[in-house]
């Protein structure tokens, strides 16, 4: 794709490694951005997604990109300092086409 199309990114989260601390208790890591994917990122809509691919499901963008096995639903992404949560993803050929639901 060119690069015009894909002027935003995505930020997939993931837990960063725990640790034990000099007492004994561990603790679990904090969210982490594990990678930045370049994107284009649209307003959508479960009505949209209904009438688009016969879909129910809860959305509040809409996220073209390449295809990258990073990106999986139920997954944590960050947009513009806002976290969403992977609803549904759409593999075809080349590119993802994900819907993206306040998390």
């Given amino acids: 794709m060119s690069e015009w ?3 935003k ?3 997939a989260m993931g837990q960063g490694e725990g ?3 000099d007492s004994g ?3 679990n890591g904090t969210e982490t951005a594990i990678k930045t994917i370049p ?3 649209q307003p959508y809509t ?3 997604a209904y009438k688009d691919y016969g879909f129910t499901v809860d959305c509040t963008k809409r996220v073209f990109c390449e295809v990258d096995s990073t990106l999986q639903n139920g997954i944590t ?5 806002e976290r969403y ?3 549904k993803l759409i593999d075809w050929d080349n590119y993802y086409d994900i819907m993206l639901d306040n998390k």
Avoid: A, P, R, T
């Avoid at 992404?77 to 300092?81: A, D, K, M, R, S």
């Fill in 85 to 87: 949560k992977i609803v």
């Fill in 5 to 7: 199309f894909y002027s």
């Fill in 46 to 48: 479960k009505e949209l």
């Fill in 25 to 27: 208790i561990w603790h």
């Fill in 39 to 41: 994107c284009d990122v």
């Fill in 77 to 81: 992404v960050q947009y513009n300092g």
């Fill in 9 to 11: 990114e995505i930020k």
């Fill in 19 to 21: 640790y034990l601390d």
